[in-house]
């Protein structure tokens, strides 16, 4: 049977076990793969070339995973699994060298960018080579239980986002029009957005060797504690980075079109109407007074108004603006959709989102939300006491028996008063109520939060990432 090493070099183990170690491992990570989904894998497996990591990576991929939005996970995980090998990379070249022996680093940038630029590099394994030697340099440290490399040390010297100019430079010089605008080559925008996603390759590549050097070192599993990245469902709302809240946007318009499919399927069940009492003891005279068969009344059509009311904060921004993606995208579902934002005042901002529905227009309207709305007029902190006390006095009418409110927060109110009065007030109006906090339960009621406190008047939940946000909102909101 064949065989392949394990961690650090150091066994080898069946590959069948292999690769059920790798799956595992992904389900782990969130990644659902069936067991038919395994099967075909270790088909592949049976005709590819094992030592073609491109084809035996694609390969997987192919059976493994459903949704493209898990790729980066994946990728990590594979190149933990299946890596290049352990220890230092045998290379035929070396770094430019300056007089005294140092590495010329603005030489070796541009190698490296001309390198980028040329696809034949990366085919016959120099670009490689150069990654091999780069975090040998500069990634290399000396920590209290030895040898160790960093990713950050590395870029940080590289700087890829720095060679965006010089790749598309060198790509432009390789071809036939010299790709320039105006006296500067490589400004034409189609070089531009190669060079970019070649920068970003290589800034993937870099962090994917460190990996493999540090995995040889501390071993496989230990690294893959904080080297895997979480799926963008699970990323934290108030921890994300721009990178990571783009990932979670790509997340949207799926998690929309399978919330809209439950609401949807809730509301054909819903929708049967009440039992009609007089009807079904009509019907029972036939079965000696027993009701078998049960009449419905005649359901009323329509589909209900939602009210959202969300802080857009610095500290819950990501949230709130995730979340009203979210609630835009289903607005089909409801009769009338009504947002309110604040900081520390209320005001309604529905306008600013219906003139557009696709990504781009949606954040230059969140931008000239908040710059115009008048949501912050006393000292720009969270004040939901504030806000409470504004809306009922302002928009109170706008809660109706028909409708739901929902209310979008980390109900940290930076000591005011949180005046549960007012919140108990639109409750009462409202026929559902519900609360969404990105914080974790944990910390509720901790600090200047006054979560625990509006809990005890309206329904509070946890939504720290989109998988917590969408169960809630096909839980949660009315049909």
Known sequence: MPRVSGDAGVSEVPIVGHLTGFVDELRARGIVVGPSSLIDSARAMEVLDLLDRRSLREGLAATLISDQMHRRVFDTVFDLWF??????????????????????????????AEMLADDEAAADGRLDQMIALIVDEFGRYDSTRGEAFSAYQALSTVNPQTLIARIAAAMAGGGDDDGAVGDRPGTDPMYRRAARARASDLRAAIES?????????????????????????NINFLSAGANDLAEIRRTIGPLARLLASKLETRRRRAHRGAV??????????STGGVPIELSH???????????????????????????????????????KVRVFAFVDTVDEVTDFFDRGADDEDFGASMHRMITTARI????????????????????????????????????????HDPRLGALRELTDRARHAYW?????????????????????????????????????????LPV
Not at 213 to 232: E, K, T
Not at 436 to 443: M, T, V
Request: charged share 25%.
């Open 436 to 476: 969404l906090n990105p914080e974790a339960r944990r910390n509720w009621g901790t600090g200047d939060s006054a979560a625990t406190e509006y809990a005890e008047v309206i329904e509070m939940f946890e939504c720290r990432n989109a998988t917590q946000l969408g169960r809630a909102i096909a839980d949660l």
């Open 83 to 112: 890596p290049l090998g352990t220890g230092a990379r045998t290379t035929v070249t070396d770094l430019p060298r300056t007089s005294d022996g140092g590495v010329d680093v603005e030489a070796m940038r541009q190698m490296v």
């Open 376 to 415: 912050s007029t006393r000292d720009g902190h969270s004040d939901y006491g504030n806000m409470l006390k504004g809306f009922v006095e302002e928009y109170g009418e706008s809660l109706t028996h028909r409708g739901a409110l929902l209310i979008l927060g980390d109900a940290r109110t930076n000591y």
């Open 297 to 335: 009344r005649r359901p009323r059509p329509g589909r209900p108004e939602l009210v959202v009311i969300c802080d857009v904060s610095g500290s819950v921004a990501g949230f709130s603006q995730f979340t009203l993606r979210l609630v835009y995208a289903l607005r089909q579902q409801f009769s």
């Open 276 to 285: 009609d009492v007089r009807k079904t003891l009509r019907a029972s005279m």
């Open 209 to 233: 060797e460190t990996q493999r050097r540090m995995a040889g070192r501390n071993g496989r599993d230990r690294v893959a504690d904080y080297a895997v990245p979480p799926l963008p469902e």
